[in-house]
């Protein structure tokens, strides 16, 4: 009987740490939906924020348990790196063809994804940035 109750002890914390832990979703599917702009005035150094509603963008982040997951929006394919991942989130940064660096994150347990990018356009009058926001499915 002592070893039976010695090998339940020894097996049980394996059976409800199995339990708990929930398979990670390796695919979402977000709408971006809400979207904010900062930039500087052309011709002045005045800074000018903007709210946007009903972007209405659909993305889809590929391969989120992988190092290098994919970007699929309207316009093209882009493969993303891991900059940080915990089991609530994943950061991932993305080179654009504008320059600058992308920082997407996706909050698992909310299915929500925000995206900020800063950069300087060639010609445009100094440094932008954009935030948006989506649900995910």
């Known amino acids: 009987m002592r070893k039976f109750l010695i090998s339940i002890l020894i097996v049980l914390p394996f059976l409800a740490s199995s339990r708990a832990a929930k398979p990670q979703r ?5 709408r971006l939906q809400k979207s ?3 930039r500087l005035e052309p011709g002045t150094m005045k800074l000018v924020s903007e709210v946007g509603e009903d972007e209405n963008l659909t993305i889809i982040l590929a391969g989120l348990d992988t190092e290098h997951p994919v ?3 309207n316009f093209g394919e882009s493969e993303l790196d891991v900059v940080r991942r915990k089991p609530e989130a994943v950061w991932l ?3 654009p063809t504008l320059g600058g660096v992308n920082i997407w994150t996706y909050f698992r ?3 929500v994804v925000i995206l900020s990018k800063q950069y300087t356009q060639p010609g445009a009058p100094g440094p932008f ?3 948006v926001i989506g649900k995910c499915e």
């Open 26 to 30: 390796s695919i979402a599917v977000c």
């Open 36 to 38: 904010a702009i900062v």
């Open 71 to 73: 970007l699929r929006g």
């Open 93 to 95: 940064a993305e080179t």
């Open 109 to 111: 347990k909310e299915r």
């Open 129 to 131: 940035g954009l935030m």
